[in-house]
């Protein structure tokens, strides 16, 4: 009996050994990583956060890949992956945000101005 | 033989763990859950294909589950798929600042584009009104110019029947009673009704608000009280054809003098000559 389950498992290990290394999964994380710093993504809380959850699985999964175990990294990897690309979501959205506000400040002024300037209405 | 037991044994294996009740774990409960807000809410709207990839990867995340597939990767997908969700979520408001944003951007250009017509167009009334009182300034200029001209050109007709000057009590036109009259008469000669026109002319331009008085002189021959009498009615004839020229009746007085006050010697025929003469004295308006 110990025979016909011990080989099973061994042949699942034998499977999960052959999985490729997830490079290319790997500089795509990477690449989401510093888009995301280049935005800015470390100047806002929520994002810095992700962008830190993301630096913390990529040591994860570069982990996982050196001694192996290569699936668990690709799931890692896109757990990274993901954190980072919410990250460059947020740092656009934030951007996105001060924009409006320059423009509506900017729009302000300028009726200011015009009024101070005596334009015709 | 050994190959068919092998994977006869993996079947056996493989059924088993797929029978087991696998426990849904707390990051497929999150993700479902943050999935169901987005569908319900603006970002299946507004970003609907990121919405999509979410979905797909939740879907990634119950088959996990449900194949019993290795609980960690579940849990992997699971935790992408919640991400996924707050991907679609942010770029949702993002594309709602952006359009805000362009709103205020597009709002603004349009007030500053009607507010550059109207300045334009009031500019444009401004410098039409500017021109048009250039016009009449220089139209005015003109009209002074010509109104100058005329006075010089009165002025020099006044200076060949008579003399111009000026003193305390005004400006004195004096004219020869030989060019206005012939001797002991008192109607004006047709050459001095044309030279009076002259300086009818002359006084109406240069200020038709001025009083004038015309006075009569004689020389010294003949009774004082004939030459008060022909110097009167000289006078009164010189007043009389200004008048008729023009010149307001309320704005000229006649006086005759006589022989009273002579500018020459009345010894000799020259002197004479000279005080036989009309003067018109111009007092100028008070502004």
């Given at each position: 009996m110990n025979t016909h389950f011990s080989l099973p498992a061994l042949l699942l290990v034998g499977c999960a050994s052959t999985f490729p290394a997830p490079t290319q999964h790997l500089?795509?994380?990477?690449?989401?990583?510093?888009?995301?710093?280049?935005?800015?993504?470390?100047?806002q809380p929520t994002a810095q956060l992700h962008l830190k959850l993301a630096d913390e699985q990529?040591?994860?999964?570069?982990?996982?890949?050196?001694?192996?175990?290569?699936?668990?990294?690709?799931?890692m990897l896109g757990r990274a992956k993901a954190d980072s690309e919410l990250a460059v979501a947020l740092a656009r959205e934030l951007n996105a945000s001060v924009e409006v506000k320059r423009a509506v400040e900017t729009s302000e002024t300028t009726a200011a101005t015009n009024a101070i300037q005596g334009a015709v209405k | 033989m050994r190959t068919l037991r092998t994977c006869s044994a993996l079947a056996i294996f493989t059924t088993l763990a797929g029978c087991a009740t696998a426990a849904v774990p707390p990051e497929l409960v999150s993700a479902r859950s943050a999935y169901d807000r987005a569908a319900s809410g603006p970002t299946a709207r507004l970003d609907p294909a990121d919405l999509l990839t979410?979905?797909?990867?939740?879907?990634?995340?119950?088959?996990?589950?449900?194949?019993?597939?290795?609980?960690?990767?579940?849990?992997?997908?699971?935790?992408?798929?919640?991400?996924?969700v707050e991907i679609a979520e942010s770029r949702a408001r993002t594309l709602v600042e952006?359009?805000?944003?362009?709103?205020?951007?597009?709002?603004?250009?349009?007030?500053?584009?009607?507010?550059?017509?109207?300045?334009?167009?009031?500019?444009g009334r401004a410098n039409q009104q500017l021109a048009s009182q250039g016009q009449e300034l220089q139209t005015s200029e003109q009209r002074r110019a010509d109104a100058e001209k005329r006075a010089a050109q009165a002025t020099a007709d006044l200076e060949r029947i008579g003399s111009v000057k000026q003193e305390a009590r005004g400006m004195v036109i004096t004219l020869s009673g030989s060019v206005l009259f012939a001797?002991?008469?008192?109607?004006?000669?047709?050459?001095?009704?044309?030279?009076?026109?002259?300086?009818?002319?002359?006084?109406?331009e240069r200020?038709?608000?001025s009083r004038m008085v015309v006075e009569g002189h004689t020389d010294s021959q003949g009774t004082?009280?004939?030459?008060?009498?022909?110097?009167?009615?000289?006078?009164?004839?010189?007043?009389?054809?200004?008048?008729?020229?023009?010149?307001?009746?309320?704005?000229?007085?006649?006086?005759?003098?006589?022989?009273?006050?002579?500018?020459?010697?009345n010894g000799s025929a020259e002197g004479r000559a000279n005080n036989r003469r009309v003067e018109i004295v111009v007092q100028p308006s008070a502004k």
């Amino acid at each position: 009996m110990n025979t016909h389950f011990s080989l099973p498992a061994l042949l699942l290990v034998g499977c999960a050994s052959t999985f490729p290394a997830p490079t290319q999964h790997l500089a795509d994380a990477e690449s989401a990583q510093r888009s995301a710093r280049e935005l800015g993504a470390a100047n806002q809380p929520t994002a810095q956060l992700h962008l830190k959850l993301a630096d913390e699985q990529m040591v994860l999964a570069k982990k996982e890949m050196a001694n192996g175990d290569n699936r668990s990294a690709d799931f890692m990897l896109g757990r990274a992956k993901a954190d980072s690309e919410l990250a460059v979501a947020l740092a656009r959205e934030l951007n996105a945000s001060v924009e409006v506000k320059r423009a509506v400040e900017t729009s302000e002024t300028t009726a200011a101005t015009n009024a101070i300037q005596g334009a015709v209405k | 033989m050994r190959t068919l037991r092998t994977c006869s044994a993996l079947a056996i294996f493989t059924t088993l763990a797929g029978c087991a009740t696998a426990a849904v774990p707390p990051e497929l409960v999150s993700a479902r859950s943050a999935y169901d807000r987005a569908a319900s809410g603006p970002t299946a709207r507004l970003d609907p294909a990121d919405l999509l990839t979410a979905k797909e990867t939740l879907d990634r995340a119950e088959k996990s589950l449900a194949d019993n597939a290795d609980a960690q990767e579940t849990k992997d997908i699971a935790y992408t798929a919640e991400r996924r969700v707050e991907i679609a979520e942010s770029r949702a408001r993002t594309l709602v600042e952006t359009q805000q944003k362009d709103s205020v951007t597009a709002q603004m250009n349009a007030s500053q584009t009607a507010t550059v017509r109207s300045t334009s167009a009031a500019l444009g009334r401004a410098n039409q009104q500017l021109a048009s009182q250039g016009q009449e300034l220089q139209t005015s200029e003109q009209r002074r110019a010509d109104a100058e001209k005329r006075a010089a050109q009165a002025t020099a007709d006044l200076e060949r029947i008579g003399s111009v000057k000026q003193e305390a009590r005004g400006m004195v036109i004096t004219l020869s009673g030989s060019v206005l009259f012939a001797s002991a008469q008192w109607e004006l000669l047709p050459e001095a009704q044309v030279k009076l026109g002259d300086v009818a002319k002359a006084l109406t331009e240069r200020d038709p608000d001025s009083r004038m008085v015309v006075e009569g002189h004689t020389d010294s021959q003949g009774t004082p009280a004939f030459n008060i009498d022909l110097s009167q009615k000289r006078a009164d004839a010189v007043r009389t054809y200004l008048v008729s020229r023009g010149i307001a009746g309320d704005r000229i007085t006649a006086q005759g003098f006589g022989l009273a006050r002579p500018i020459a010697d009345n010894g000799s025929a020259e002197g004479r000559a000279n005080n036989r003469r009309v003067e018109i004295v111009v007092q100028p308006s008070a502004k």
